[in-house]
């Protein structure tokens, strides 16, 4: 049984994690509460986005993660105002959900989702 979304981890080249480390801060808006040379860790919204430097494959390829918004028009501006780029524009994918995808300068894609349906009340 899923239970919901727990974890998204991207994967870093080793040398980039002080830079991911400081785009993932400014995207989350907030520090993360575990820094390791191992393991960079956020919370944000009940949830773990984890930032992993082991020259993993970043980009696309795996799963898609989306993060919630309320707002995905100002949200995808934010992100390319971050330094992301757009994968998939903002689209209707039935039910007023919104969806898009955009990559991070690492080249890991992040989705963002404007779901009506969905009460950000419900997650504490």
Same mark, same amino acid.
């Given at each position: 049984?899923?239970?919901?979304?727990?974890?998204?981890?991207?994967?870093? &080249?080793?040398? +980039?994690? !002080?830079?991911?480390?400081?785009?993932?801060?400014? @995207? =989350?808006?907030? =520090? $993360?509460?575990?820094?390791?040379?191992?393991?960079?860790?956020?919370?944000?919204?009940?949830?773990? %986005?984890?930032?992993?430097?082991?020259?993993? $494959? !970043?980009? &696309?390829?795996?799963?898609?993660?989306?993060?919630?918004?309320?707002?995905?028009?100002?949200?995808?501006?934010?992100?390319?105002? %971050?330094?992301?780029?757009?994968?998939?524009?903002?689209?209707? @994918?039935?039910?007023?959900? +919104?969806?898009?995808?955009?990559?991070? !300068?690492?080249?890991?894609?992040?989705? @963002?989702? +404007?779901?009506?349906?969905?009460?950000?009340?419900?997650?504490?």
């Amino acid at each position: 049984m899923i239970l919901g979304l727990r974890t998204c981890i991207y994967h870093i &080249p080793p040398d +980039q994690l !002080p830079r991911a480390k400081e785009w993932y801060t400014l @995207v =989350a808006g907030i =520090a $993360p509460y575990f820094d390791e040379p191992f393991y960079v860790g956020f919370t944000v919204g009940g949830f773990e %986005l984890g930032l992993v430097p082991d020259g993993g $494959p !970043p980009g &696309p390829g795996g799963t898609d993660v989306y993060w919630g918004t309320v707002d995905i028009t100002a949200e995808v501006a934010r992100l390319i105002g %971050l330094g992301a780029t757009e994968v998939e524009t903002a689209k209707d @994918v039935g039910g007023g959900i +919104q969806v898009a995808v955009l990559a991070d !300068p690492f080249g890991n894609r992040i989705g @963002v989702i +404007q779901n009506p349906h969905f009460d950000p009340a419900a997650v504490r």
